[in-house]
C-alpha cells in the first residue's frame, strides 16, 4: 500500500478507532475474568462488556497500544512508516517530524514497543533445513559517551563505573562492541554466475548477547534451531556448542578473503546492518541493540512477502501488550 492509501484509509483518529474495533472483534474479544467469550460495544463508554461477568474491556486493552496516551492515528502513522519501506528506516527524531509530534520520548518509547514486538512474532519461528551460522561485534554504546579532564573518552559499564575507552579494536576482544550470533536459513542453487551467490537466503535470526560462553549460547541456539538443521559455521571454539544441539555441524577454516564463499549470506546481512545501523542511528545504546535488530530482521524477513506490511505488522499490534 502505497503512503497515499494508507493516508485514504486512515485519514484521522475516528476511522483507525473503527477500524480496531473492527477488526479485535473479528478475532474475537476474550473476557479476563471469567473467560466469556460474548460482549456487546458500549458506544457512550468506548468499550466491550461481558454479557456474563459484567467486567468491560477497553479497545486498546491486551494490544501494543495499551496505556499509551498517544492517539491511535499517531500509533498507525508510525507503524505504517516503520514497515512500508523495506529498505529506509527512520531514526527517533525524523519519525518525530514525520508525525509532527513535539515529544521525542513519547515517539522514541512508541517506536522501541513496537520493535519488541516485532521480535517476540519472530522469535516464535525456528531455522529449518542448513543454516550458516557465525557471530558478530556490533558498537554499542553502555550509558553515555563523553570526554574526562584529559580528554579522553569515556564510558560506564555495566556496574556504572568510567573507563577510558581504549584504541579501536576490531571483531572479538574488542571492549566497547556487543557480540551478535547471526543464523541465516540457506540452501545451494543451481547459479553458475562467478558474480553471484550460489546459495539462497531464507530466515534471519540475530540475536546479541552479553557474551559468547556456552552457558549463555545455548539456550539461545536450542531455541532458534530445529533439532534436525545442518549448520555450517567457521571453527571458532564459540560454536563448538552446535554439535551438541543439531543433527550436523559443519566447521569450516573461514579466511577473511574466503568469508563471502564460505558464509555468503551471514556476512551479507552484517555488513548490510552494520551499514543501516551507522548511517541512521549513529550508535546505539546497548540496552535497546536488541531492538534495532528485531526491526532490522523483521522487515529483512518479510522483504517477498505478498501480504500488506502494515496488515501483518497490525497483527502482531493485535496479538498481546508490550511487557518491559
Not at 191 to 220: C, S, Y
Not at 233 to 260: G, Q, R
Not at 300 to 318: H, S, W
Request: aromatic share 10%.
Amino acid at each position: 500500500m502505497l503512503n497515499e492509501d494508507f493516508f485514504k484509509q486512515f485519514p484521522d483518529e475516528r476511522a483507525c478507532r473503527a477500524h480496531l474495533r473492527q477488526s479485535r472483534e473479528d478475532e474475537g474479544i476474550f473476557c479476563n475474568k471469567c473467560g466469556g467469550i460474548f460482549h456487546f460495544w458500549m458506544e457512550n463508554q468506548g468499550k466491550w462488556q461481558c454479557y456474563d461477568c459484567k467486567s468491560r474491556k477497553s479497545l486498546r486493552s491486551g494490544t501494543m497500544m495499551q496505556g499509551s496516551k498517544l492517539s491511535l492515528h499517531t500509533w498507525y502513522k508510525c507503524m505504517h512508516y516503520m514497515i512500508s519501506d523495506p529498505v529506509i528506516t527512520f531514526s527517533g527524531l525524523q519519525m518525530m517530524r514525520n508525525l509532527n509530534s513535539n515529544v521525542y520520548s513519547a515517539v522514541w518509547y512508541m517506536m522501541h514497543k513496537i520493535r519488541v514486538s516485532m521480535g517476540t512474532r519472530d522469535a516464535r519461528y525456528k531455522i529449518h533445513g542448513t543454516a550458516e551460522v557465525d557471530d558478530a561485534y556490533f558498537e554499542a554504546v553502555m550509558h553515555h559517551n563523553s570526554k574526562d579532564e584529559e580528554g579522553n573518552y569515556v564510558k560506564l559499564d555495566r556496574n556504572e563505573e568510567k573507563y577510558i575507552i581504549p584504541d579501536k579494536k576490531r571483531g572479538r576482544g574488542a571492549v566497547d562492541k556487543c557480540p551478535v550470533i547471526v543464523i541465516v536459513e540457506s540452501w545451494p542453487t543451481k547459479n553458475t554466475n562467478p558474480n553471484k551467490k550460489d546459495r539462497q537466503m531464507g530466515f534471519v535470526k540475530m540475536i546479541a548477547m552479553e557474551n559468547l560462553q556456552e552457558v549463555n549460547t545455548k539456550p539461545v541456539l536450542v531455541q532458534a534451531l530445529a533439532s534436525d538443521c545442518r549448520v555450517i559455521s567457521d571453527k571458532h571454539p564459540a560454536n563448538n556448542v552446535l554439535k551438541k544441539i543439531v543433527a550436523e555441524h559443519f566447521p569450516v577454516i573461514v579466511k577473511p578473503k574466503d568469508a563471502m564463499k564460505k558464509l555468503p549470506w551471514v556476512h551479507t546481512i552484517i555488513a548490510n546492518a552494520k551499514s543501516k545501523f551507522l548511517g541512521t542511528y549513529h550508535s546505539m545504546n546497548v540496552k535497546y541493540l536488541q531492538n534495532y535488530l528485531n526491526e532490522f530482521v523483521y522487515k529483512l524477513n518479510r522483504n517477498d512477502f505478498i501480504r500488506e506490511p502494515f496488515i501483518g505488522l497490525f497483527k502482531v499490534a493485535l496479538a498481546g501488550s508490550w511487557n518491559e
